[in-house]
Nanobody, 124 residues
Framework: QVQLVESGGGLVQAGGSLRLSCAVS????????MGWFRQAPGKEQELVAA????????YYSDSVKGRFTISRDNAKNTVYLQMNSLKPEDTAVYYC?????????????????WGQGTQVTVSS
């Protein structure tokens, strides 16, 4: 059974930083592209960042480009999302997702496994 467990969420002031982690078990992590999605209250879930199997290819939404960095450690079966210069509009539940593919996915339906989510709240 594949499990994705996120951690690192919390409350931070605007301009601050957080690092989210997602530990993956039950699947060969090194052959899975990974993504971070978020969903704010009353809004649709959106892809924030994605990374291919090796870490050599990444994608960022325009809203976080230059502020967030996605990375992975295949030896630790973990993907990270470093979030800097946080804004109140970054407040959301953040979800980690895994694909049965080595290539990055841009759509929610591209992903096969999901974590339970971790809350990020940015105060102004």
């Amino acid at each position: 059974q594949v499990q994705l467990v996120e951690s690192g969420g919390g409350l931070v002031q605007a301009g601050g930083s957080l690092r989210l982690s997602c530990a993956v078990s039950g699947r060969t992590f090194s052959t899975s592209a990974m993504g971070w999605f978020r969903q704010a209250p009353g809004k649709e879930q959106e892809l924030v960042a994605a990374i291919n199997w090796s870490g050599g290819s990444t994608y960022y939404s325009d809203s976080v480009k230059g502020r967030f960095t996605i990375s992975r450690d295949n030896a630790k079966n973990t993907v990270y999302l470093q979030m800097n210069s946080l804004k109140p509009e970054d407040t959301a539940v953040y979800y980690c997702a895994a694909r049965k593919s080595i290539l990055t996915g841009r759509q929610k339906n591209d992903y096969d496994y999901w974590g339970q989510g971790t809350q990020v709240t940015v105060s102004s």
